[in-house]
């Protein structure tokens, strides 16, 4: 299925990888002393992939802890050899991917569990230290890194605040949450969140997963980890039906959604399906003033790992054309997660040139506002 | 390659041979090697873990076969076979290459023709005395005929 890319010689843009914290307490420097006393106390532990969640400070609602395959979702050949995390060491970083592939700029995504929070105060204070963390440990010592704004999203007020804190750093290009919160993303809860990804001119990235205490599937908790890993995609119609229906797309026009680690097959059809319904029931919605269909390909991108890989090469090249988002199609690899994408080996068909140029590089640059490296060096960036 | 001492039952080696990297491993004392390169996407497939083969008749009803015999790709978790290089999910047409392996005693090492990529014994230190005996892994580029 792989074809190799290897006319590509371009610059290369990862918009999803997954950097961690190399301890429990590496965000510690970057809190109040208050809060790095109470959070001793409550014993939180910082990832997504702990192992325990019974802990005071980091309950949330139930959702996505399905045993992965692999210790921390991550390549086993990840681990530095030095200790830590998989992406918790910068340096092992990029010789096995940054420079291993001759990446341009990656767009790092921490899941680092705080955003599904309950205790909103815990969240707040803990957001804004990955944030501080993030630039002072990653975006300091690299300048292909760029990243996304770690906030407290079911505090949507607090959560825009911090927007508008770290937003003033550019090497901020994005906002981050997940694809399962505790409501809908288009309810208007979530509003603040959008006006202030707006007011910066920050893309707002949807990430695979989430903790919002609904099941995994819209038919409930399946029993296996392949049966999340497949069906992913629901939740990610059901948040691009919500943002349509609800006119967020209206209140808020210059807001750009990624779909992060969602594929993108299921677009085509989800847009004739929404289209459909929109020639018949619109006048239920009437702020949404054009064929859903118009404002997805508009509005939305989408991130190719883990993308779905049709039985025939060809069926790509349909795909792509049923789509007609091809400008909205932005490589990641997922790094350092087991279902990593090799930047030369992922798309499943050989692609035009300029198919590759826009989905290796331009389309994330334009929308992240990248210079390209030859801008960059000529500017000491 | 090697001598058999230096890859006991449970060890594996990767080695470079004319620009490929492969992977050699002794499965309860047999010798097996495939390509280190994942037909999928190029990852380090003699770097993931190896498992035993896993199959089932009927739901809840398991059999658990052949340790040691699978590699797990450390990368996607696609699984070979390392005696044939066949994949468990399509092994008639997704495979990895796969290489005889045979354990040649070291004194007809010596005299074998010489091979790209060998070293003939006997291994000498320069102040140990050295008499030839034991065995020796010999790696072939050939295809193993699966």
Request: hydrophobic share 40%.
């Amino acid at each position: 299925m792989a074809g190799e890319q290897g006319r590509y010689t371009g610059p290369l843009v990862d918009c999803d990888v997954h950097n961690a914290l190399p301890s429990d307490d590496a965000l510690h420097p970057y809190m109040p002393a208050d809060w790095r006393s109470r959070r001793d106390s409550l014993t939180y532990l910082p990832t997504a992939f702990r192992d325990v969640r019974e802990n005071l400070g980091d309950r949330s609602y139930i959702g996505a802890e399905y045993p992965r395959p692999t210790k921390r979702a991550s390549r086993v050949d990840a681990w530095p050899p030095g200790g830590g995390a998989p992406a918790s060491d910068l340096a092992f970083a990029q010789a096995q991917l940054l420079d291993a592939w001759n990446i341009s700029y990656a767009v790092l995504n921490p899941l680092l569990g705080i955003g599904e929070m309950l205790n909103l105060e815990l969240a707040a204070v803990m957001a804004r230290a990955a944030n501080d963390w993030l630039a002072d440990q990653w975006l300091d010592r690299d300048s292909r890194l760029r990243a996304s704004i770690v906030v407290a999203y079911e505090d949507p007020p607090t959560a825009a605040a911090e927007i508008d804190r770290v937003a003033r750093d550019p090497r901020f290009v994005q906002v981050l949450v997940l694809s399962r919160m505790i409501e809908p993303m288009g309810r208007r809860r979530y509003w603040p969140i959008y006006e202030a990804c707006e007011r910066n001119g920050l893309a707002l990235g949807v990430h695979n997963g989430g903790w919002g205490g609904h099941p995994i599937t819209p038919a409930g908790y399946p029993s296996y980890y392949l049966e999340d890993a497949a069906a992913m995609a629901g939740a990610f119609q059901a948040q691009v039906g919500s943002l349509i229906c609800e006119g967020v797309l209206q209140h808020f026009p210059g807001l750009r959604i990624v779909l992060i680690e969602g594929g993108f097959a299921w677009i085509p059809a989800l847009m004739w399906r929404l289209d459909r319904a929109w020639r018949m029931l619109g006048a239920e919605v009437p702020a949404v003033d054009r064929p859903p269909s118009q404002l997805i390909r508009e509005r939305f991108w989408v991130s190719t790992q883990p993308m779905e890989e049709p039985e025939h090469p060809a069926q790509f090249h349909e795909l792509l054309d049923q789509l007609q988002m091809t400008d909205r199609i932005m490589f990641s690899t997922d790094y350092p997660h087991w279902d990593f994408d090799a930047p030369n080996q992922a798309l499943p068909a050989r692609l035009t040139a300029d198919q590759q140029r826009k989905i290796l590089h331009e389309n994330a640059a334009a929308l992240y506002g990248l210079p390209t490296p030859a801008d960059a060096a000529a500017t000491g960036d | 390659m090697c001598a058999t001492s230096e890859l006991p039952p449970g060890a594996r080696r990767i080695v470079e041979v004319d620009g490929r990297s492969i992977g050699v491993f002794n499965v309860a004392g047999d010798y097996l090697a495939i390509r280190n390169r994942c037909p999928h996407q190029g990852g380090p497939l003699c770097e993931g873990v190896q498992v035993g083969e896993l199959t089932s008749d009927l739901p809840g009803d398991y059999e658990y076969s052949r340790p040691g015999e699978m590699i797990r790709c450390p990368w996607h978790g696609w699984e070979f076979d390392l005696r044939t290089g066949a994949s468990w999910f399509d092994p008639a047409r997704r495979r990895v290459r796969s290489y005889k392996v045979e354990v040649v005693p070291g004194g007809e090492l010596e005299a074998s023709p010489p091979r790209p990529g060998l070293q003939p014994g006997p291994y000498t230190a320069e102040t140990v005395p050295v008499t030839v005996e034991g065995a020796y892994v010999v790696l072939e580029l050939a295809p193993s005929g699966n």
